[in-house]
């Protein structure tokens, strides 16, 4: 005899997503909430080094600020660098109210977050994100997560933040190249869901944004606009989350053939979606490719040497983590704005589709060199 | 100029717990919620020996089962645990439908559920409690962890199972100790809730539950609706969920002194709650020590050499990851059933529980000798 009770837990994370000129208020608002004269500060060591105004006045909101610094580079995503942050924390023997800054990009984003997450099984996390990927993306939707060996971000949590807040002057002391490589998601939620955004960034050279604020603003909260209204349906990707990965299925076989560091999430994120757009008209749609194709010298403004083989490619993907147990999964587009998930058994389908991409990358080299 | 949106992430989640003699139906009716030929199970080491009939018959629900023996003993929470498993699971390249099956006690089910949270932001977790202090509180709650040589269960998360089945035959297999060692907790639910429970063991010697099924098994699901009923109004821990770590904050403190693994936890929060006993009672309760105290003997079967002094577990308590920043926090109780947390920021109170605590635990060797 077996006798059964029903348990259902229930919660909801609520919270702020505030991006512009001038965070401080906010911040303040947020700490306010948390009744500790402690918090845990991971900041970048390149923000720490260029924005130390920033990192500063952010800090002198408590008695006692305890700055980690985190070395700027994806290698720092790994479980060596996890431990230490962990330890680090329970050196200064916080209690669960002591709140953690992640003041940073992407990874800082994602390791912080996962510290945060598993440190006492949760100290609250608010995100100050400084790079134009980190605003748009990573920080929105609770992911956290470290790299493993079998592949990026293999180990993580969902956890959400208890507040993001995005100061958009951070982004006037990036390289053009961290700059301009946050319009590799930017034009993915063009692609996925606001195609407005792909006509307005037709006419413009995109290291132009980085002058004209209010249009990088509008571009900006359409872009947080498309990420939330996703998450906020589907917390845990178990669906419709996953047309988020738009491109990215393809952009992680890049990253882990040429090994993290060589290219940019975005540079990858971008590559990704030439190849998706391709697969998508292989399996039927109608989408114009100059939309997205017409930014190449922009994203690659540094360059791109990809001597990877199809071969190599389709191997890489074998083990991303989207993929279901039967085929490999893709996120693909009837056109811009609508896109629907495609399991494809047919390897050779994508071998092909691999071939055409790095073709193509070598014609728009020459086109727009 | 700060704009902001609000974003709003609801998630519930809902759950079997069942408990018996045939757990085998049930098992079956989750292993078909996910559409997976592979699932993880993470047995200890223990249980896959003792319990190998048990561990076949859901192993052979799947065409590819992955078992992987979990070290028997305390030492297994480990960071580098952890890592190895996380490692092997994603050496088997599984996609987020592949369940994991933690089988065993509080270890198992404790470091089981870190890796399955951790593994690609989680994989679905069913918890196949084996022991009696894992059925009536471990594996009930969502709570994961490991341990850090700064404390017990520091580095962890919150993450809700799939479902909770508890074969009770399994207890059959147990050694006197590690069964009697559930009553640690049992006896907690009935201190701050259910107080029924003491009375009804009160005139019990706790050994012959083991082959009154009955009589054990509505103790247990009394346990399990106390734990459950306060979980889900408290997910995370915030406050009402406080109350379930009467004893707690003493037991850490020698848990962590002894060296883990030197005392059973149950035993520690059995002596814990001796502590907490005269702790309320010195703050004006008016309780009964008998209906604790008179299980001494059955608790401490193995005996007991507690060669500390209350200096040291002074000492140790600093680091608890329950206390507030500013004192300690314990669980106390008005009369049995009448949980409440008090701040104390007077050492010298502790000391003195202490120094009590420890006199008394000499007394009731002689008494029950």
């Given at each position: 005899?077996?006798?059964?009770?029903?348990?259902?837990?229930?919660?909801?994370?609520?919270?702020i997503?505030?991006?512009?000129?001038?965070?401080?208020?906010?911040?303040?608002?947020?700490?306010?909430?948390?009744?500790?004269?402690?918090?845990?500060?991971?900041?970048?060591?390149?923000?720490?080094?260029?924005?130390?105004?920033?990192?500063?006045?952010?800090?002198?909101?408590?008695?006692?600020?305890?700055?980690?610094?985190?070395?700027?580079?994806?290698?720092?995503?790994?479980?060596?660098?996890?431990?230490?942050?962990?330890?680090?924390?329970?050196?200064?023997?916080?209690?669960?109210?002591?709140?953690?800054?992640?003041?940073?990009?992407?990874?800082?984003?994602?390791?912080?977050?996962?510290?945060?997450?598993?440190?006492?099984?949760?100290?609250?996390?608010?995100?100050?994100?400084?790079?134009?990927?980190?605003?748009?993306?990573?920080?929105?939707?609770?992911?956290?997560?470290?790299?493993?060996?079998?592949?990026?971000?293999?180990?993580?949590?969902?956890?959400q933040?208890?507040?993001?807040?995005?100061?958009?002057?951070?982004l006037?002391?990036?390289?053009?190249?961290?700059?301009?490589?946050?319009?590799?998601?930017?034009?993915?939620?063009?692609?996925?869901?606001?195609?407005?955004?792909?006509?307005?960034?037709?006419?413009?050279?995109?290291s132009?944004?980085?002058d004209?604020?209010?249009?990088?603003?509008?571009?900006?909260?359409?872009?947080?606009?498309?990420?939330?209204?996703?998450?906020?349906?589907?917390?845990?990707?178990?669906?419709?989350?996953?047309?988020?990965n738009?491109?990215?299925?393809?952009?992680?076989?890049?990253?882990?053939?040429?090994?993290?560091?060589?290219?940019?999430?975005?540079?990858?994120?971008?590559?990704?979606?030439?190849?998706?757009?391709?697969?998508?008209?292989?399996?039927?749609?109608?989408?114009?490719?100059e939309?997205?194709?017409q930014?190449?010298?922009?994203?690659?403004?540094?360059?791109?040497?990809?001597?990877?083989?199809?071969?190599?490619?389709?191997?890489?993907?074998?083990?991303?983590?989207?993929?279901?147990?039967?085929?490999?999964?893709?996120?693909?587009?009837?056109?811009?704005?609508?896109?629907?998930?495609?399991?494809?058994?047919?390897?050779?389908?994508?071998?092909?589709?691999?071939?055409?991409?790095?073709?193509?990358?070598?014609?728009?080299?020459?086109?727009?060199?």
């Amino acid at each position: 005899m077996l006798d059964k009770q029903q348990v259902r837990t229930q919660q909801s994370d609520e919270y702020i997503i505030a991006v512009g000129d001038e965070p401080l208020s906010e911040i303040q608002k947020i700490s306010s909430l948390y009744n500790s004269t402690k918090a845990f500060f991971f900041v970048d060591s390149n923000v720490l080094e260029l924005q130390s105004e920033l990192v500063e006045s952010i800090t002198a909101l408590y008695d006692e600020p305890i700055v980690y610094s985190i070395p700027a580079g994806e290698s720092s995503k790994s479980t060596q660098q996890w431990m230490e942050m962990v330890t680090f924390c329970l050196s200064h023997n916080p209690d669960r109210n002591v709140p953690v800054y992640a003041i940073g990009g992407g990874v800082t984003g994602d390791l912080g977050g996962f510290v945060a997450s598993t440190v006492m099984r949760g100290l609250p996390l608010i995100h100050i994100p400084t790079t134009l990927l980190a605003i748009v993306d990573s920080s929105i939707g609770g992911k956290t997560g470290i790299n493993h060996p079998a592949g990026k971000n293999l180990v993580g949590t969902f956890y959400q933040p208890k507040a993001v807040i995005a100061p958009l002057n951070a982004l006037l002391t990036l390289s053009d190249e961290e700059f301009l490589c946050g319009f590799g998601e930017i034009l993915k939620y063009g692609a996925i869901a606001d195609p407005d955004i792909l006509t307005i960034l037709s006419t413009r050279d995109l290291s132009e944004l980085r002058d004209n604020t209010s249009l990088l603003k509008s571009i900006v909260q359409r872009c947080i606009k498309v990420k939330t209204d996703i998450v906020i349906r589907d917390t845990k990707e178990s669906n419709l989350r996953m047309i988020l990965n738009y491109g990215h299925t393809f952009a992680h076989a890049i990253e882990k053939q040429l090994g993290y560091g060589k290219i940019s999430h975005g540079q990858a994120v971008y590559i990704g979606m030439i190849a998706a757009g391709i697969l998508s008209r292989e399996l039927g749609a109608t989408i114009k490719e100059e939309l997205i194709e017409q930014h190449f010298n922009s994203m690659m403004i540094s360059g791109i040497d990809i001597a990877i083989t199809p071969e190599q490619l389709v191997s890489a993907m074998q083990t991303d983590k989207k993929r279901s147990a039967t085929g490999l999964r893709f996120v693909v587009l009837k056109q811009y704005g609508r896109p629907y998930v495609e399991q494809v058994d047919d390897i050779e389908l994508i071998y092909k589709v691999w071939a055409a991409t790095l073709t193509k990358i070598k014609e728009l080299k020459l086109q727009y060199a």
